[in-house]
């Protein structure tokens, strides 16, 4: 028995590294052209952003003709589970294909959503093809991780975030290594493509006991701000599917809204995966008090109304920008108050805790860590447990924060 099990950890071993090196590669290719295409379509506002209907008629299109109805983070988060068939490796194409297309026609998205089932894609399918018992579900997750890892070269953020968001909070143990092993070798393989991560700026403060309740305080207005998005992705995707039934005409119609209002608002700004609104936050460039929002209410109604790309990137933008607006209120440098929003937010959009604690870490600097727990842990709870990727409610809850959410949330439960 003691050997079977040998055999199998070790052949999980080479499976996840083969996992992790395969997806790395493949997500490290998508990250470097979307970097190509992101500044480009930038230059080019003006005249990309009316074309951005065509973005989502082209992904209704691929996924009509093509899909299989097993796309989408739900599909993978399913198959992690055991409920569903997983997402075949057509999918690698059809998210090349709709990111690339909705960043280069302007559209307000993001790009994790197609890595990470890229990565699932992958994983997932190496684990069907080889003959060791669970090897489809564990090498999915660790696909995930990889692709997280991948696209922004922060392995063990990656590593917690695949657990945390696939099993609402329950970490595990039977995919730690694999799960761990797939997040490096893909950040390894990536950097030979010439991938590198953000490089975060953040001055670490001196400790003052002023600065704890600051903190907190913080931590808990990007926590309502992830509930804001959370929310805001939830009633945007109903919106447009009960208002028109053809994806056709959907993705069409929302197209030239979105179109008209990104160019009126302030000529592109929130375009895009919100990239300058960060370099702005962090390097005390212009901004404007309400950048977050703007940021979210584009993400979600662009990715309600059919467009695929992801939310994660976008998080940290309106995350740096809210910050640095609290930042005066709140006697903070904008610096530091940048830093903590752009994990912050991020934990409570998805719901976790530990990864975001370490992506603001392996971003912004370990020296960073505990003033990143604690803005996050206020984040997460004041998000009030609601998650942009529609995961199910925990079973068991703090009674604090269920009293919460029934004094303060009576919408917020019965869109779950």
């Known amino acids: 028995m003691k050997s079977v099990l040998f055999k ?25 052209v ?4 992101v500044p480009y379509a930038r230059a080019n506002f003006s005249v990309n952003v ?23 983070m739900g599909a993978v988060f399913a198959a992690a589970n055991g ?71 922060t392995p063990l953020a990656a590593f917690f975030f695949a657990l945390e968001v696939t099993f609402c909070g329950k970490l595990r143990p039977q995919l730690w290594l694999p799960s761990l092993l797939a997040s490096f070798s ?69 197209g030239v809204l979105l179109a008209c209002l990104l160019y009126l608002a302030h000529g592109g700004r929130y375009s895009g995966l919100g990239t300058e609104l960060i370099s702005d936050a962090e390097g005390g460039g212009q901004l404007y008090a309400y950048d977050w929002i703007l940021k979210i209410l584009f993400t979600a109604a662009t990715l ?3 467009f695929i790309g992801g939310e994660v990137t976008t998080m940290f933008a309106a995350g740096a920008t809210l910050g640095a607006a609290l930042s005066s209120a709140l006697g903070i440098p904008p610096e530091f108050a940048a830093a ?49 990727y529609g995961l199910r409610r925990p079973k068991f809850l703090p009674l604090a924060l269920r009293a919460q959410r029934r004094a303060f949330l009576p919408v917020a439960q019965k869109l779950y």
Request: aromatic share 12%; glycine share 14%; with cysteine.
């Open 8 to 32: 199998q950890n070790l052949a999980f071993v080479a499976l996840s590294l083969f996992v992790g090196l395969g997806a790395g590669a493949v997500c490290g290719v998508f990250g470097a």
């Open 50 to 72: 009316w074309f951005m209907p065509l973005a989502g008629l082209f992904t209704a299109a691929i996924f009509r003709l093509f899909g299989d109805g097993r796309q989408g």
């Open 186 to 254: 893909a950040c390894f393989a990536a950097r030979l493509i010439g991938a590198a991560p953000h490089a975060g700026r953040a001055e670490m403060l001196v400790f003052e006991w002023t600065l704890l309740p600051k903190t907190i305080a913080l931590g808990a207005l990007c926590g309502l701000a992830g509930l804001c998005f959370s929310l805001c992705r939830k009633l945007f995707g109903r919106f447009f599917a009960d208002s028109v039934r053809n994806p056709f005409v959907r993705v069409a119609a929302a």
């Open 304 to 306: 309600g109304a059919g």
């Open 83 to 153: 409920k569903g068939r997983g997402v075949g490796l057509r999918t690698v194409a059809f998210q090349f294909a709709g990111t690339w297309s909705a960043h280069l026609l302007c559209a307000s998205v993001g790009r994790e959503g197609a890595a990470v089932q890229i990565g699932a894609a992958i994983g997932g399918s190496v684990g069907k093809s080889v003959p060791v018992a669970g090897a489809d579900r564990v090498l999915l997750v660790a696909g995930m991780a990889a692709g997280f890892s991948a696209l922004f070269m």
């Open 340 to 388: 903590l929003g752009y994990a912050a937010v991020f934990g409570a959009s998805t719901r976790t805790l530990i990864a975001p604690v370490f992506l603001g870490a392996e971003i912004f600097g370990f020296s960073m860590f505990p003033w990143m727990a604690l803005a996050c842990l206020f984040a997460r709870v004041f998000g009030f447990g609601q998650s942009v």
């Open 34 to 37: 979307l970097d190509k295409i």
